[in-house]
């Protein structure tokens, strides 16, 4: 017996219908598009791979504001132990006078001891979250460094040029200072030379040279000018530090990127005394003071091109976290584009997906009618 009107496909309708409604419903209501893997699976893929690279960035930047943070914290220390290194210099100046008495230069060498053992406490207790900064136990890698031999001083003779013409150092030059003095024997002039060591501040009369000669001063190679008795008291003084075999420590790895092995080397200088070169200051004679201003110049320029390489390593990751911010930005911008809900298109959608909802309850109802379906379920003979 036939039934009339099938109810099949309407129902079939229906359903769909209000499955497409539910998920359009849920959409709307949660702001995102893949609310299940069934509605775009290689898209909530990419999506999943968008986001996670986006909050990588987001985690390494806060990686770069630890590490910016404590850079900032050795700059500061630094910036103390470079003030403390002037006053050692000034002292040094004070120091090298000959109207001082000798109480005058002890309570200047009390002064420097303080000054020494501040720098060195200033050093040893400034940390990052227990991480020690400014000890050299971060510092990397040190290369080996050749001789130096600097001309400080240099009178100018009466014949042209200076009391030295050359001084060259090589690898069996030490540390320390040369000086030397034009004096008239009375047979002639010659150039008293001397050599404080800086380690031990012991003075050494190296002896008496000719005009136009070389000698070696503790391995560096000495020339001196044409000078004169009318040179006499003329003065030059060569500062000069021994080869260093450098040093290889350890740096501090910072994780500065969402993607493996991207991470940066984060050096810490050494500004201890030791590790900026002062290895003995002495003002007890003034021979021993310009030795001792000698190294404490050369601690400046240590450590002012340490503070140099701690700016430039600032500059370099915020670099970095300005890269990971927009990097950030696009990954999240372009999984929205696939995540978000497109709420006008959402909200018409919702509109179709109700009509043929009804359209399909409707059909149903005139099926059940047509064909008396309810006469039949309550008995009643039409």
């Known amino acids: 017996m036939s039934l009339g009107i099938s109810t099949g496909p309407a129902l079939n309708s229906l359903a769909y219908y209000q499955q ?5 419903s849920n959409q709307a209501s949660s702001g995102n598009r893949l609310t299940s893997a069934a509605v775009d699976p290689s898209g909530l893929a990419i999506y999943n791979a968008l986001e996670s690279q986006a909050q990588g960035d987001d985690t390494a930047n806060e990686n770069i504001t630890d590490a910016g943070n404590a850079i900032n914290v050795a700059q500061g220390a630094a910036g103390g132990i470079q003030s403390a290194l002037g006053q050692l210099q000034n002292l040094a100046i004070e120091a090298n006078n000959g109207f001082n008495s000798p109480s005058d230069n002890a309570a200047l060498q009390d002064q420097a001891n303080a000054l020494v053992t501040q720098i060195n406490g200033d050093a040893a207790s400034v940390n990052f979250n ?9 510092a990397g890698t040190t290369p080996a460094t050749t001789a130096t031999a600097t001309t400080a001083t240099d009178d100018q003779v009466n014949a042209g040029g200076g009391v030295i013409t050359t001084a060259t150092a090589s690898a069996a030059t030490t540390s320390g200072t040369i000086g030397v003095t034009i004096a008239n024997t009375g047979a002639g002039a ?21 005009a136009g000669s070389t000698t070696n001063v503790n391995g560096t190679q000495v020339t001196f000018g044409q000078f004169t008795t009318s040179d006499t008291n003329a003065t030059a003084t060569v500062q000069t530090v021994a080869a260093t075999t450098g040093s290889v420590n ?4 910072v994780q500065t990127g969402a993607t493996q092995g991207q991470q940066t080397a984060v050096t810490i200088p050494n500004a201890t005394t030791a590790g900026l070169g002062i290895t003995n200051i002495d003002f007890s004679t003034p021979a021993n003071a310009t030795n001792s201003l000698g190294q404490i110049n050369n601690a400046i320029a240590a450590l002012g091109a340490g503070q140099a390489q701690l700016g430039a390593q600032t500059a370099s990751l915020q670099n970095a976290f300005n890269n990971n911010n927009v990097a950030s930005v696009n990954l999240t911008a372009s999984a929205s584009s696939i995540g978000d809900a497109n709420e006008p298109s959402l909200s018409s959608e919702l509109n179709s997906l109700r009509i043929q909802q009804q359209i399909s309850i409707a059909t149903i109802n005139n099926a059940n009618v047509t064909n008396g379906y309810l006469n039949r379920f309550f008995s009643v003979t039409a």
């Not at 227990?130 to 971060?138: D, K, R």
């Open 250 to 253: 350890p740096t501090i790895g």
């Open 130 to 138: 227990g991480t020690a900064l400014l000890t050299g136990q971060n």
């Open 190 to 210: 010659v150039a008293n030379v001397t050599f404080t060591d800086s380690a031990t501040q012991t003075t050494t009369n190296v002896g008496s040279f000719a």
């Open 20 to 24: 497409q409604l539910t998920q359009a």
